[in-house]
């Protein structure tokens, strides 16, 4: 049985399109989830939502247990995760507005928890998990988003490499412009270890992806928060209306 959960991101910290039946406060190994877990009503079908900068908005990227939260989907039973990232746009694949369903991430993070591998007392390092992460994201379910984006008429970019940050600041136009050598199209601070964790508990994983401004360099003018929420608030009908759809696919 397919079990869907929804992490929003920056932007999409509640879900409009549904009503929450249940409100779920886990802990884990790991410590404490994002925040509490919404059972949400869909139509004729139901997920679970979660908010990975908290209820309100309040973690940084680098302050989020993504262990925890990832963890927490598993107890609940998740089978698939559609995550929501919003993003910088590096290459003319991504244009400011831009949904984007990426095939490939670059992870240039450092000092986050990003495995549930851990040395037990059995000191047996054949326990430790080496995932297959060859192709980061689930190509099922990038697939149903295309397809129903497509069905929508979703302006859409098929594939790209996402470049997963440190943050919290931005870039400079240097990083970028390696970034961009490196074959990165898009970048952001939270897929990572966010779709490694999910492979590792077997969980399928995909990301939506909202370029809500040029990359460091790529345009004359300073990149400003309000310039970034303005485009949030435009762009994010265009993720509900996909989720709404692939929800019910
Ligand atoms: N860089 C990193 N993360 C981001 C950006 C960016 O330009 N825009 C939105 N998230």
Redesign the pocket.
């Known amino acids: 049985m397919r079990v869907v959960a929804v992490i929003g991101g920056t932007g999409l910290n509640q879900f409009p399109n549904a009503n929450a039946v249940e409100t779920i406060e886990l802990s884990t190994p790991y410590g404490t989830p994002s925040g509490q877990i919404q059972k949400m009503a869909h139509k004729d079908t139901t997920f679970y939502f979660l908010a990975r900068h908290g209820q309100p908005h309040s973690l940084p990227p680098h302050q989020i247990n993504y262990r925890a939260n990832i963890h927490a989907l598993h107890q609940l039973g998740v089978t698939d995760i559609f995550a929501v990232n919003?993003?910088?746009g590096i290459t003319e694949n991504a244009p400011t507005g831009q949904l984007c369903i990426p095939d490939q991430l670059i992870d240039y993070t450092w000092g986050r928890e990003h495995t549930f591998s851990q040395q037990d007392n059995s000191n047996d390092l054949l326990s430790i998990q080496h995932i297959d992460f060859s192709q980061p994201f689930t190509e099922s379910l990038r697939e149903l988003l295309l397809d129903q984006g497509h069905h929508l008429n979703l302006p859409m970019t098929d594939g790209g490499t996402y470049a997963v940050?440190q943050?919290p600041r931005?870039?400079t136009a240097a990083e970028i412009t390696k970034y961009e050598r490196d074959g990165c199209d898009i970048?952001?601070?939270t897929a990572m270890p966010e779709a490694a964790l999910a492979r590792e508990l077997d969980i399928r994983y995909a990301s939506i992806c909202l370029s809500?401004?040029p990359?460091?360099g790529k345009s004359e003018v300073e990149?400003t928060m309000d310039d970034?929420r303005a485009v949030i608030n435009k762009g994010i009908n265009q993720v509900t209306e996909l989720l709404d759809a692939t929800l019910e696919a």
């Open positions: 919003a993003v910088g940050t943050g931005l870039e970048v952001g601070m809500v401004n990359a460091a990149i970034i």
